[in-house]
């Protein structure tokens, strides 16, 4: 335990679960020690785990220690202090070995099976009498039943917690213990089988756990990680912990192994006592009697045996007869936990056994078995450190099922047309295998397989195969199991001949030692055959012949450990499984060389210039082989050597390096290339070029504000130092318009401070810089102006018109008085008093556009510069020249009634001017009214006329000729196609030429009245016409506005109105047969009514017969006699009639015709079923015969031949059979759909009225 802890929190100790008690204070005269010598003696405190010991230290303040730990302490008195006692408990004081403990323990009796619920009781007192804590190595072993101290972490308590638990409340407790009283007297009879019974019980979990005890003087458990706590030592100075308990207790659970406890031991010379055997002896009893439960577990029940599985359950153990049931008030102990193991051995109930199952069910699937094998299972129970003996082992075997899956065949022997497979038993699974199956591919290279044996037989011999061809085997057993799965598919080949020699060897890649060749397979071999090949190598003048160098299939072979620029012969040899070919023809191959090494004596030769220096070097010490074909020579100004420029590239052995820096440290190097590769770099060899002056400056340029007596300077170091730190800049000053220049500065500053300047005056100035090496070249000159003034008044602009609406102003730049104009500022205007600024800017000119033509304007310029504005210039008059007129602006067109007045007026003035011409003078003896369908009128506003009057308009009609007219706003435009839009723009004309046109706009005229269509018959009866005519659908349209009047003339020559309406046909009904009637048609729309069409004349065609009714027949004996109705000419025109017949399932044939009204058919057959039908014919003179339709048809049955007592009951019903079905007429047929109509509707009408508005 840490000998300073943190404090605890307010929380943890305002807990209700954390009990706290405080002691009284100790005795006036407290009772000495045994062995008491000295003043001061060791106090030991033991906490347990979870557990908490309360002390106040000089400070006042109380310190909480929590367990596990022993706390050594100094007593300055040497007695031991003071344990306050709850009701219901004792103070018991024991000395065992020299050390006195103190134990706190109930009053009720004592059972050697009970065992007490946790508790929480308040802790024990602070001890303020206890100065220091000092560490001792006695560590004791506390007993099982001893007071606890308070729960939770260290810390300081402060002293406003601890009044609430003064010793004269009464302490709060979670509840009372149930133990029974405890005395030296109740343990005294189990020490010695006690002792024994620990003992042997810790040397099983010592074995068990591997966990050795520590000895006597402090020597503690050393407990591994994840292995359990062991049992608790009964050897002197083993300390207790969390895991102690649990053990010691024999399975308790975990409320029962934290069972709150306190002891407080002091080391002495009391007696030897017989409280720590007897503390023992309870634990062991507890331990026996969970140890005798767990062996007494039951033999498992296997059940659900298959061939590779089975399912085992077990029962947990129970209750011993030495567990005594709790008695009233006592609480039930709780059921501990159990975990159980499953082993299993199939080498017999004495064989080995392998745990495969652990866990706290009690069932478990036993999986991954051998079939038809003998298996014993046993299982054995834990709990907590305890563990029980096996159960009695049960046995069972496993089913048995189909062979394993076989390995795959093997190739015994071969030749090219058969091959001999051989293959090896599988396992059987406890039946004996009866057959194989052997399947193959049959050569197809497919994943179909068929079998080709079937038999007990490990081998099979296959003939009449192809050589050199690939087969796929695979192989499955079977047994009265069933059939094991296929074994994979091997590939197998059958033999060929001996391959042919291969070509030789080709070259891929050469190296200094090695060589990178291929070939090819020998023509004309099957890809089937498998080829490896033999490659042979001689080196030149060795004298020792061909040599392999490489044996197997691959097509390529890298050949290494060869001398460099050597020449090498190769051959190659193919083989098989029926021999070897002959060598390929011989290849010779020429190692390359290797790289040479670097250069030396890499020097500068001569002395380095500022651009540049010279290098030489020797040529390298091993060439490689191969002459250098040329040296490499980089270089870099990087210290670090980072990045490398080639500066030189041939067979010289010195180059020159220049357009360098002057000042600048650079590094070179130098390498080589050969045949055989590039030699390394050699070191780099650093270079100083020496400085040379700075390079020129920038010009210097102005700080702020130029002032009128004073200009400051301020400029940059030079882009090129030269490669040397500048020292010093020289300034030199131009006066106004002078050459020649003087020093006004010389320093090391970057700026300075020039005055005794004039105003308003341009000065230059340039600069050089200087370093070791001196000064460098003048900077370009930099011109500055000081103190601007405002400029003078510009002379007046001069204003050039370019057109009457457009106008040019220039002018010149005054005098500017030191600083440069700016900005202008140009006022215009149509009085002098309102001109405005039209323009601002720099140029020295404007264009002003937009302005009216013929109008007076006045203009002025002003200049501005940094200083100031200047003032305006003399005012200037200018007039714009005339121009054409305005576009017209606004265009309206005339009502009718207004076309109508002007109409005359423009008649009469026409006339007037215009005498001579005829048409007119017609016009005005009888004036017109123009119509809205062919003219137009039109009504303008005049525009301006910018100086030159208006002579006349130009009126444009987009694809017609313009129209000119007068001075006047007011135009009717005629002969205008009707119904059609113009897009119409007029333009005024004057003196000077025509203005623009004014905007387009669109006016249309009116349509004319329409043209009649023409009238056509598309279908026609006897009794009606319908009639069509133009182009159009036969419904109207919703957006036609054409529409229609159809006329028809009478008896008497008039015409009747048959439609008015858009449609475009129309059934004209209730006609007579072959008669003509006459019909006219007009078209009218919104423009008017058209004029009427002509005549048209259609013939109504004559009408047939009427349909028949269905005619009687009469069968007498084997003939029949047909009877139909009869019909009366038809307007003069004789009417015959036409009988068919159907015999069976033949088609109708006609039997008679002409104008008798029965017919009797002959010679019938009295098995045969017939169908009679008649239509009438009517005979016109001049047109071919009319036929009319059918009558509905009639059967005659063929005759039954009956009993004599059946055929006068079954006579009416043949009777009736024979009578001819009638058929409903058209006009019966029409009438039936419209009752059936009408009843629908007054249904319909009935369940909306009851169900909708009701």
Not at 46 to 75: K, Y
Not at 145 to 150: A, Q, T, W
Not at 399 to 422: F, H, I, M, N, Y
Not at 807 to 826: D, F, K, M, Q, T
């Amino acid at each position: 335990m840490a000998d300073h802890t943190s404090p605890l929190e307010s929380g943890q100790l305002l807990s209700p679960d954390i009990p706290m008690l405080t002691s009284p204070p100790p005795p006036p005269h407290p009772p000495n020690i045994i062995n008491g010598d000295g003043p001061q003696q060791v106090i030991l405190v033991q906490v347990n785990p979870g557990e908490a010991f309360t002390i106040q230290r000089d400070d006042g303040q109380f310190q909480c220690i929590t367990g596990p730990a022993q706390v050594p302490m100094m007593s300055p008195n040497g007695s031991v202090p003071q344990i306050y006692v709850p009701p219901g408990y004792v103070q018991q004081i024991i000395e065992e070995n020299g050390v006195r403990r103190v134990l706190v323990l109930p009053q009720t009796e004592f059972h050697p099976g009970g065992h007490s619920p946790l508790h929480h009781p308040p802790p024990p007192p602070p001890h303020a009498h206890l100065q220091a804590f000092i560490p001792h190595p006695h560590i004791m072993h506390h007993p099982a039943h001893l007071y606890s101290g308070m729960a939770g972490g260290t810390g300081d308590m402060n002293a406003q917690y601890i009044s609430q638990y003064h010793p004269a409340h009464t302490p709060i407790y979670s509840e009372q213990d149930t133990h029974q009283p405890h005395g030296r007297a109740a343990f005294a009879h189990r020490d010695e089988r006690a002792s024994k019974t620990y003992e042997r019980l810790q040397k099983k979990l010592k074995e068990r756990q591997g966990v050795g005890g520590g000895g006597g003087g402090g020597g503690g458990l050393a407990l591994s990680k994840d292995s359990p706590p062991p049992s608790p030592q009964k050897t002197r100075g083993t300390p207790p912990t969390g895991g102690d308990l649990q053990n010691g207790l024999g399975g308790k659970g975990v409320e029962e192994l934290t069972k709150p406890t306190t002891a407080v031991t002091s080391p002495g010379k009391s007696p030897p006592g017989r409280g720590k055997e007897v503390e023992s002896g309870e634990l062991d009893e507890e331990a026996k009697a969970l140890q005798e439960r767990l062996n007494s577990i039951c033999k498992p029940v296997v059940t659900d045996i298959q061939a590779r599985g089975a399912s085992l359950s077990w029962l947990a153990p129970l209750r011993t007869e030495s567990d005594e049931e709790p008695k009233e008030g006592e609480e039930i102990p709780l059921e501990p936990s159990f975990t159980y193991e499953v082993s299993v051995s199939y080498n017999g109930k004495d064989g080995k056994y392998k745990t495969t199952y652990s866990g706290v069910e009690l069932s478990a699937t036993l999986q991954d078995l051998r079939p038809a094998t003998d298996y014993h299972v046993r299982v054995h129970v834990m709990c907590n450190c305890l563990q029980g003996v096996p159960s009695e082992p049960v046995s069972f075997t496993t089913l048995s099922c189909e062979p394993d899956t076989p390995s795959p065949p093997r190739k015994a022997s071969g030749t090219k047309s058969s091959l001999v497979l051989q293959w090896k038993a599988p396992c059987d699974n406890g039946s004996k295998i009866q057959n194989y199956i052997l399947q193959w591919d049959e050569g197809k290279g497919t994943s179909a397989f068929e079998r080709c044996y079937y038999g007990p037989q490990k081998q099979y011999r296959l003939t009449k195969l192809l050589p050199a061809s690939r087969y796929s085997f695979r192989l499955a057993a079977k047994n009265d199991m069933g059939v094991s799965e296929f074994s994979e598919a091997v590939p197998i080949m059958t033999s060929c001949s001996v391959p042919a020699a291969p070509q030789n060897p080709e070259l891929v890649q050469p190296g200094v030692t090695w060589f990178c060749l291929r070939w090819h397979r020998p023509a004309g071999s099957p890809k089937e055959d498998d080829i490896s090949y033999v490659l042979e190598m001689e080196e030149e003048g060795s004298g020792y012949g061909f040599q392999a160098s490489y044996d197997g299939d691959e097509l390529s072979h890298t050949v290494r450990n060869l001398h460099r620029s050597t020449t090498y012969r190769f051959r190659v040899i193919a083989y098989n499984a029926e021999g070897k070919s002959n060598p390929s023809p011989v290849s010779e191959f020429t190692t390359a060389p290797d790289r040479p090494t670097c250069p030396c004596r890499l020097s500068v030769k001569g002395k380095p210039h500022p651009t540049s220096f010279r290098l030489t070097w020797d040529p390298p010490k091993d060439n490689g082989g191969s002459d250098v074909t040329k040296y490499v020579v980089e270089l870099t100004d990087d210290l670090s050597g980072s990045s490398w420029n080639q500066v030189y590239s041939g067979l010289a052995m010195e180059c020159l390096c220049d357009g360098l820096i002057p000042g600048y440290s650079y590094q070179a190097r130098v390498h080589c290339i050969s045949a055989g590769g590039e030699s390394p770099m050699t070191e780099a060899l650093q270079v100083q070029t020496p400085p040379v002056p700075p390079g020129p400056c920038l010009p210097p340029r102005v700080v702020g504000k130029p002032k009128a007596r004073e200009v400051q300077l301020r400029w940059a170091p030079p882009l090129v130092d030269g490669g040397s730190v500048v020292t010093s800049y020289s300034v030199e000053m131009f006066a106004t318009q002078a050459e020649e220049s003087r020093e006004v500065y010389q320093g090391s500053e970057l700026d300075c401070t020039l005055g005794s300047l004039l105003p308003g005056r341009t000065y230059g100035f340039r600069l050089r810089a200087a370093n070791k090496a001196g000064f460098g070249p003048f900077s370009e000159r930099s011109d500055v102006t000081t103190g601007p003034g405002a400029p003078e008044a510009c002379r007046p602009p001069h204003v050039n018109c370019k057109s009457p609406t457009c106008a040019v102003i220039s002018w010149e730049v005054p005098h500017c008085n030191g600083a440069a104009v700016s900005e202008y500022r140009l006022e215009w205007g149509a009085a002098e008093g309102t001109m405005q600024i039209c323009y601002t800017g720099a140029a020295l000119s404007h264009e002003l556009r937009g302005l009216l033509p013929a109008t007076s304007y006045f203009c002025r310029v002003q200049a501005l510069n940094v200083a100031g504005v200047g003032p305006f210039s003399d005012a200037v008059l200018c007039q714009t020249p005339c121009s054409v007129p305005a576009a017209v602006s606004s265009v309206h067109a005339l009502r009718e009634s207004e076309m109508r007045v002007e109409s005359r007026v423009t008649e009469r003035v026409e006339d007037e001017e215009e005498e001579e011409e005829e048409e007119e003078e017609d016009e005005e003896d009888s004036p017109l009214l123009y119509s809205p369908s062919t003219c137009l009128g039109l009504r303008w506003e005049a525009p301006r006329d910018h100086g030159a009057e208006i002579m006349s308009y130009l009126i444009d009609l987009g694809e017609r000729q313009p129209i000119l007219t007068g001075p006047v706003t007011k135009y009717i435009v005629q002969n205008l196609q009707p119904d059609t839009t113009y897009r119409i723009r007029i333009q005024a004309l004057n003196s000077l030429g025509a203005g623009p046109f004014s905007h387009t706009f669109k006016l249309k005229t009116k349509p004319l009245p329409p043209l009649p269509p023409r009238l056509e018959c598309t279908a026609s009866s006897h009794q009606t016409l319908r009639l069509k005519w133009g182009d159009g659908q036969g419904k109207a349209q919703s957006t036609d506005s054409l529409q229609y009047h159809l006329q028809m003339e009478d008896k008497i020559g008039r015409f009747i109105s048959l439609y008015k309406g858009p449609c475009h046909t129309n059934k004209v009904q209730r006609l007579n047969e072959s008669t003509s009637y006459t019909f006219r048609i007009q078209a009218f729309n919104e423009a008017g009514e058209g004029p009427f069409s002509t005549v048209y004349t259609f013939t109504t065609p004559r009408s047939p017969p009427a349909p028949l009714k269905a005619p009687r027949v009469e069968r007498v004996d084997e003939s029949c006699e047909v009877n139909w109705e009869t019909l009366p000419p038809m307007k003069g025109d004789p009417v015959i009639y036409c009988l068919q017949c159907m015999q069976g399932n033949s088609d109708f044939k006609q039997i008679y015709k002409g104008s008798a009204t029965s017919f009797q058919l002959p010679s019938l057959n009295l098995s045969t079923e017939y169908r009679f039908r008649v239509c009438a014919i009517r005979q016109c003179q001049d047109a071919p015969e009319i036929f009319g339709p059918y009558s509905s048809t009639v059967i005659l049955l063929p005759p039954r031949i009956d009993t004599p007592g059946a055929s006068s009951a079954t006579g009416s019903k043949a009777t009736e059979a024979q009578k001819p079905k009638r058929s409903l007429t058209d006009e019966q047929f029409s009438f039936l759909i419209i009752a059936l109509l009408a009843v629908t509707s007054i249904l319909i009408a009935v369940a909306i009225q009851y169900f909708v508005i009701e």
